[in-house]
């Protein structure tokens, strides 16, 4: 990328070899904020060919398929993914696809199940895709341990992890699970 003080002469532009991309630079999206813009040229971005490396390759199905799906999510998934990505520099979008694609949800970062005191019996927990209201007689769990929880109510079971007959998640994996 070159910024640009003044757009180049034709001659000057003819002698580039390839295609030149001309842009405006915006140092944020709200543009009332981010002033002007900068002038800035870049060659062309150029395909290195045919040949990818496998590990590029190998994760051209996943992207395929989060790009894809990400519309035919139901509106309250999409919903829960729009409020957990405004604490994030991601879009919704982009958190759905990097969930999917690196496993962002179950890398640790998660709090063990916990509940927190200032909720209520009617409060919607999240849990790995499984919107669900939380049993009354699990208010008082304390932060940081594991436990089993049944739930009252399924809102909606993206994973297909609830199980209906028995009245229980299933966690479908060791590890970290959400409740907020």
């Given at each position: 990328m070159a910024k640009l003080g003044a757009l180049p002469a034709q001659a000057i532009i003819d002698g580039f070899k390839g295609v030149i991309?001309?842009?405006m630079n915006f140092q944020a999206c709200d543009r009332s904020i981010s002033g002007p813009g900068i002038p800035c040229a870049r060659s062309w971005p150029r395909s290195p060919g045919h040949d990818r490396a496998p590990s590029v390759q190998a994760g051209w199905d996943?992207?395929?398929?989060?790009?894809k799906n990400w519309n035919s999510l139901d509106p309250y998934v999409?919903?829960?993914?729009?409020?957990?990505?405004?604490?994030?520099?991601?879009?919704?979008r982009d958190l759905f696809m990097?969930?999917?694609?690196?496993d962002y949800f179950r890398e640790g970062q998660w709090d063990i199940l916990s509940k927190d005191p200032e909720f209520t019996p009617e409060e919607n927990v999240m849990l790995d895709c499984c919107?669900?209201?939380?049993?009354?007689?699990?208010l008082n769990i304390p932060s940081g341990i594991t436990t089993k929880v049944p739930f009252d109510t399924v809102l909606f079971d993206i994973g297909g992890n609830f199980d209906?007959?028995?009245?229980?998640?299933?966690?479908?994996?060791?590890?970290?699970?959400l409740c907020t």
């Open positions: 991309d001309y842009y996943a992207f395929a398929w989060a790009a999409q919903e829960a993914y729009r409020q957990t990505a405004q604490e994030s520099n991601l879009t919704p990097k969930g999917y694609i690196t919107n669900v209201y939380l049993s009354a007689d699990f209906i007959v028995n009245n229980k998640f299933v966690c479908p994996r060791d590890g970290r699970y």
